[in-house]
């Protein structure tokens, strides 16, 4: 694995790089969700994707990512992407698997770049960039430690959250889709969640992780994507 950085502008990016051992392979990008970081697929990637490169990013104010004091709405999450993926020259071509908070950024870029996406696996979240309620930065706030990102990005990060429907974006998609979710309590997709990413996406396959709610942490990725990839 090599760990780098990557600037937007004044922004600089943290990035994990797994080379893989088939260049030819369509290589896969990781976006965590809310207050993930780019290693938080290192078990994921390490244990099923050596065969093809894997990058993984940190979000602006995430991980060692720089942490501005703002730009935190779904457009500066989304030029975060565009940055990676152009600078790393992966615009002719990637897999994008985005769990939680990384679902709406990936389909911002998605929506921008449909050629740039050759599928999509989007993990247990709504075609929504959706508000962050006060009380859930105030309790993060309240037990902030190692890892996680600091008390003004916790607060930014709520006071920008734009509410965005990108159920419009869905249409665009030219990519297979694969959309997870999980069956048991905390799951963030419901039932008319998943009937617009049926009527929204020409090729969506869905399948439901029976056993978790959110983290989805036994979810068999390469099982599951292996039918749509090269």
Known sequence: MKRYFIKNGTCKLEV????????????????????GTAVSFQNEIETNWRDRRCVSLSFRGRGQSDAPGQGYQLADHVSDIVSVVEQLALMSGVIIVAH????????????????????????????????????????????IRPGMPPEKVIRALQREADFRDLRGAL?????????????????????????????GIKSCVLHVEEGAGHELETLPLRKLLGPMIQ
Not at 17 to 33: Q, V
Not at 109 to 114: L, S, V
């Open 171 to 199: 249409a665009g998609l030219t990519c297979p889709v694969l959309l997870v979710a999980g069956g048991q309590p905390g799951s963030m997709l419901s039932r008319e969640d998943i009937a617009e990413f049926g009527r």
């Open 100 to 143: 939680s908070r990384g679902v709406p950024y990936a389909l911002g870029f998605a929506a921008n770049h449909p050629c740039a996406v050759k599928a999509l696996a989007l993990l247990d979240h709504p075609p929504f960039h959706l508000p962050i309620e006060p009380a859930w930065a105030e309790k993060l706030c309240a037990q």
């Open 16 to 35: 994990t790089d797994w080379e893989g051992t088939d260049p030819s392979l369509t290589p896969i990008l990781f976006m965590p969700g809310m207050l």
